[in-house]
């Protein structure tokens, strides 16, 4: 029951708007499994339901074989959401070293109820390294309104490998950034991928952004959100 599972989900919003419709899909952990397809066919949604953000009206989803709320609070589960969503008060180093400093002991806690290994997350010297590889250095004790949007992203992105989770969840993070940065960041994250054998579920609207990096294209279609494909890009399936 390792990885991440879903199994019949569906998620309606209030306004009635089914945004996925009975979602089967099995990651192996390990596996970076791009998913694609049209705006609002519910990446973002599947997304946010394996972070544990909002809850499916029907079906499973476990991460690890247990529930995203689990998994996150024992740090398995690092996300880099659409807009980067750093704290206001607190400088660039302050920030990505923030999930170290935060409830320390009630992850171990929650990770030693839920059966879990909970993960230890980078120091403050390798998170600097991070950073600079990330072309961060001169920003480390800045903050974030001092930051352009372009930066902000890179520092969200920097929290999310510092976490060193088991599930990396990232949406578009790199859609905002310029070709330079994109390439370094995407070099950063399969070194990340192969180190730690992360299992990484990526959402971008670049097919070949999702071909280059994954060895899995899931592909969805709207209305209702669902999957109609999944293509493994090593081992093309037959199909028929
Ligand atoms: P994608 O990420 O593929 O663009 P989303 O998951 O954002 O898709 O959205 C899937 C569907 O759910 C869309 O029709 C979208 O408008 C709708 N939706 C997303 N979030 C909400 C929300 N908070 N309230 C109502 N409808 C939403
Ligand atoms: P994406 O489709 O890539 O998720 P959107 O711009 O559609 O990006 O969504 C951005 C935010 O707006 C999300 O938090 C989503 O939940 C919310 N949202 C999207 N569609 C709707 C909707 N129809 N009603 C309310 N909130 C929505």
């Not at 390990?30 to 499916?56: D, H, M, N």
């Not at 930051?147 to 599930?167: C, E, H, K």
């Not at 310029?178 to 054998?197: G, S, V």
């Not at 060895?215 to 890009?233: E, Q, Y």
């Amino acid at each position: 029951n390792a990885g991440v599972r879903l199994h019949g989900v569906r998620k309606t919003y209030g306004d009635g708007t089914v945004a996925l419709d009975d979602v089967s899909l099995s990651v192996p952990p390990g596996r970076f499994v791009s998913l694609i397809g049209p705006s609002g066919c519910g990446k973002s949604t599947l997304l946010r339901l394996v972070a544990g953000l909002e809850a499916q009206d029907h079906g499973q989803v476990s991460v690890h074989g247990v529930s995203p709320e689990d998994a996150c609070a024992a740090k398995l589960i690092g996300l880099v959401p659409q807009t980067p969503a750093l704290l206001p008060w607190l400088d660039v180093l302050r920030n990505v070293t923030l999930p170290r400093r935060m409830n320390r002991r009630a992850a171990a806690r929650r990770a030693e109820i839920a059966g879990v290994e909970a993960r230890a997350v980078l120091q403050e010297p390798d998170m600097l390294s991070l950073l600079a590889r990330a072309g961060l250095a001169e920003a480390v004790h800045r903050l974030p309104s001092q930051l352009s949007g372009g930066m902000q992203q890179r520092v969200a992105i920097v929290r999310a490998f510092g976490l060193r989770p088991d599930v990396l969840l990232m949406d578009e993070p790199f859609s905002a950034l310029d070709e330079f940065t994109r390439e370094a960041l995407q070099e950063q994250l399969l070194d990340l991928w192969d180190e730690l054998q992360t299992t990484v579920l990526f959402v971008t609207h670049s097919i070949q952004e999702a071909v280059r990096l994954s060895d899995t294209v899931v592909v969805m279609a709207p209305d209702p959100g669902r999957v109609v494909d999944v293509i493994d890009i090593d081992l093309p399936r037959p199909r028929g």
